[in-house]
């Protein structure tokens, strides 16, 4: 039986224990690793504006740099990617990086970064921050390469949000992936409404809720959308 | 309106739609709805494939619910699969064999009230990106016009999508995919939200939301924001 990336990925993360910040950590390392890039960082950005508000991981030197750049400059693609919804892909900085960011892609370049690549952690409207790939050389990433780094990205919006518990069951982990289904964002809304509660806490409700009945998160999303299912807002056990 | 008409106001809609304040889910709206009315079916669905070739949906006629299932169950078996994995239509299988290619889906199918189902892949170049999935509740026979008619609303999906015909960089059109499937997922949030807030069925909420947005020139993206941030109050029909 093949495993999942989402839960390779998160299973390597949290290999060697420690906590969520431990598990982001190893997730840049790997990530750089794997899709041989100069360095990779993560960065959580405000609600209110999407300005970047700390730097939660990075690796040594490029990344780390340029991570802390963008948060003593308040521009940079993390900020726009999450404020955008979508990936900011820079294969060649050099022609399109000062168009974008004028003072942060000055520092990029200066400090010898040649292509970018940022990936927002989101759901829909719920935006945390973004993951960067720092390269020193132009490329792009192929098809595959895009596919592993949004995985990446999933499995990082999982550490920032979910703070994974050390020794917790990782297949449980996988199975709170939010994944494809649409009832579980029509679920996140309706209990956001239903409780008054912010979009992010509804979906970490759902989630709370599935782990501790040991059901997938799709099973308790129809549940809650055919209303057979009401939430609390404190959740037993 | 005849089917002519239909179709040219689908083509003045997309010539309309090709400016700043495009938005591709909108389009994707329209043409599975346009192709639900001009085409002998009673259930349209467009997906897009991720790049790790997983589909997703990214519009469908309502009821919703049914077709999200179906769509769901394509990732393995389904006219969906196969036109995605054959880069080509998959139309007018027999029943017969329909039953024998994709015996879970054909279940599923027949659960929902439809006995047959046809597939056209949105294809650039080489590639195909996505695919539009048509259900039948009859098994007649896709006549040679509605084949084409049905390709070429798909072909205008991939334009709308890609947003311009020359897009020759990748890395553009990964981004504009993505967005396309993030928005999604908001709409759907925010579908829950105004679901739970009027009391109205997911797919009324949709219909609400969808004729504010046009009716003040909003993308659908944006105001689906603006009801999950509280901005927008929708007033309830009567």
Request: proline share 4%; net charge negative; charged share 20%.
């Amino acid at each position: 039986m093949s495993t999942s990336p989402y839960r390779r990925i998160l299973d390597s993360a949290m290999l060697g224990g420690g906590d969520a910040l431990n598990g982001a950590e190893r997730l840049c390392q790997q990530c750089a690793t794997e899709l041989a890039v100069a360095g990779v960082g993560l960065t959580i950005t405000s609600t209110v504006n999407h300005r970047p508000e700390s730097v939660v991981a990075a690796t040594e030197g490029m990344a780390e740099r340029l991570e802390s750049a963008q948060y003593n400059l308040g521009e940079g693609p993390c900020p726009t990617a999450t404020s955008l919804g979508r990936p900011v892909l820079h294969p060649h900085l050099a022609s399109t990086g000062l168009a974008a960011w004028p003072r942060f892609a000055r520092v990029a370049l200066d400090s010898g970064c040649a292509s970018l690549f940022t990936f927002p952690l989101q759901v829909g409207l719920i935006r945390v921050g973004a993951l960067t790939l720092y390269a020193d050389q132009p490329r792009s990433l192929d098809a595959d390469e895009l596919g592993e780094a949004l995985v990446y990205a999933e499995v990082a919006l999982a550490l920032v949000l979910g703070r994974e518990q050390p020794g917790a069951d990782h297949h449980e982990a996988a199975e709170l992936w939010i994944g494809d289904h649409l009832e579980v964002h029509q679920a996140t809304g309706m209990v956001a409404e239903r409780l008054g509660v912010a979009l992010v806490d509804a979906l970490l409700l759902l989630r709370a809720h599935a782990y501790s009945h040991q059901r997938s998160l799709v099973d308790v999303a129809r549940d809650v959308v055919a209303r057979r299912l009401y939430l609390m807002q404190k959740e037993d056990g | 309106m005849n089917r002519e008409q239909q179709l040219v106001s689908v083509f003045v809609h997309l010539a309309d739609t090709l400016t700043t304040e495009f938005e591709a889910i909108d389009l994707m709206q329209t043409l599975a709805e346009t192709s639900r009315d001009v085409l002998p079916v009673e259930a349209t669905g467009i997906a897009l494939s991720d790049p790790r070739g997983r589909l997703r949906v990214l519009a469908t006629t309502h009821p919703a619910a049914e077709l999200l299932e179906l769509f769901e169950i394509q990732n393995s078996e389904g006219p969906c699969y196969d036109c995605f994995q054959s880069a080509t239509p998959i139309v007018n299988l027999s029943v017969e064999e329909s039953w024998q290619r994709w015996p879970q889906f054909m279940a599923c199918a027949a659960d929902a009230g439809y006995t047959s189902a046809h597939a056209f892949p949105l294809r650039l170049r080489d590639e195909v990106i996505g695919v539009m999935n048509l259900f039948c509740t009859s098994s007649v026979e896709l006549p040679e016009d509605d084949i084409g008619v049905a390709q070429g609303l798909c072909d205008i999906a991939t334009i709308g999508l890609l947003q311009e015909r020359a897009v020759r960089e990748k890395h553009l059109i990964a981004e504009q995919l993505q967005a396309a499937l993030n928005s999604r997922i908001q709409i759907e949030q925010a579908k829950g939200i105004l679901s739970e807030r009027l009391a109205v069925p997911l797919d009324e909420a949709f219909v609400m939301m969808r004729k504010h947005a046009r009716a003040n020139n909003l993308r659908l993206a944006d105001a689906a924001a603006g009801v999950i941030q509280g901005q927008l109050v929708l007033p309830v029909e009567n």
